[in-house]
């Protein structure tokens, strides 16, 4: 029990007992509050028997007595009052003074219709979406243009961060693209081969891998590993580097944080990616024939022969043509969302995940893009 | 009376680097206890130790008399429910708002009910002197001085009567740093608490420290404020009789 409540003729009698702390706060509350105060015009505190009054024990009274005292009784304690509640007072009228100091709220926003209000949301969804469009242009434009200016003046092109760039985005995404580059196609035979086999022209599954991972999968799944690989760990990097106030630094420094953090991160991608690319058409190839050897007992050089009368003269170039400008997309998203970064940990993972999402959105659009161009040429 | 925080023959050591080789430190009730060491001292890794963040490699660190070195995670967990840490450069968790910084404690370890959670977190809001009106804005819309008075008020979240501050007045300007001491000692005085914390500010040492822990050679140093400006190490009369500091030993000397 921390509080014994005793009533006499003129009113209330509180002993205060044991440890009133944050941790009891709850069952103070819920005792404090069971005790009726209305018909007392006499309230006397004897807090001297405890043992332990923190900030919140002394809040649970402090409420306690505004309530008794609202209800038109008079409150007085054995003895002193603690001195907690002295604190607390002092600290709340410290408060209403910083109150009364700070400048009043904002007048409420007239109510409006279902129609106007429908026709806010709209205007202010698209100044957003054009305000968007706005800046990812300037980032674009900006990016073009540090990019074009380092290239002329080779002083300015950061080579061993370019370097670094390829390493960390392509030398070490070798493993996992050529793993799945080799699972896919691999795939891909599996699947062509049941289905040709029922019309006997199993020789076939050959030129669907071929033409499959050259033209498309190859470029597309190798884009989409990076764009979850590289293109997340740009805007995590850009993003803390914003959050630590490095971006700062650099322009203080007087150093353009395009030049050194965005350009050689596009150049680096776009160097690593169809590199990449080649590889993955190579372990995809791979991947088919070992397939067509080990459940078509297709001899190898038979695969060989199928996949050199395959391939065209421009096969191989219709796909490969694509990575840069998919490797454009994904580090361009990436340092633009990166440096969108503000103020908190939470926006920089939502950064990232739209980075992400962004990146791997318009390597498809472009993909298909690439698709209705390459048919109008018809190659 | 039991000392609050003791450590006995500390030892931590990096590879061959050797931090802490045998460092004895107590702290009693309700004293402000301030540590000091150049750079690179250990001071930062005693304090991590300390708060059980790391295993010294030997020694013991009893808080309230209990080894907190050989404490599994559960019960270190409950040790760490009293007392509260305010971190060199706030560690406020960016994506909550002032007010939600300072129930996360209370969330964490207590049972409140909503309006008790909001009350609570409003006093002490008050009670490290911002307006009620800082309680919905986020960390990044803070000033430095701002973000060191939340950072209290969250390590005061809990009514802890042990309080831990790392570097509690750096990146303040002198008056902000003064204001900021003298809320340290308001607060120490009238909630009764016990304060351990790291300082370079000669300021704030002189203001509001009783007794000083000064860490030389992996080795701590402490005495009360007058004796230790009187102790004749090398690096503690640089410290105290610096230029920087005469003027300072020269008032205390003169107040006493």
Redesign the interface.
Known sequence: MAAEVRRSAEGLELTLTGEWGVREFDTLEAQLAAVDVQSAHLVRVDAQPLTKLDLAGAWALHQFIARARAAGAEVSFQGAAPEQLRLLDETLKEAEKGVEEGPPPPPPAPPHGRVMRLLIDLGVHALHVSRNLKQGLAFLGKASVTALFSAAHPKHLRPTSIARHVYDTGITALPIVSLIAFLISAIIAYMSARQLRGLGADIYVADLVTIGVLRELGVLLTSIIVAGRSGSAFAAELGSMKLNQEVDALIATGVDPFEVLVVPRIIGLTIALPLLTVVADLVGLTGGGVLCHFLLDMPFSQYIGRVNEAISDTTFWVGIIKAPVFALIIAAAGCYRGLQVRSSARELGRLVTVAVVQAIFFVILADALFAVLFMEMDI | MDPVVQVQGLVNRFGTQVVHDGLDMQVMPDEVFGIVGGSGTGKSVLLRTILGLQRPQAGVVRIDGHDITQMTEAQLRIVKSHYGVSFQAGAL???LTVKENIQLP?LE?????ER?LD??A??????V?????AAGK????LSGGMVKRVALARA?A??PSLLFLDEPTSGLDPIGAAAFDDLVLYLQR??KLTIVMITHDLDSIFRTCNRVGVIVDGRMISDTLEGIVDNPNPWIQEYFHGERARARVEALQHGA
Do not use: R
């Not at chain 2, 986020?138 to 819309?141: I, K, Q």
């Open positions: 968790y960016s994506g209370m370890y207590l049972k409140l009910s008790a009350d609570l409003l006093l002490k809001i008050c009670l002197g911002l307006s009620p009106q986020y960390p990044s819309e005061l809990l009514d009238e909630l």
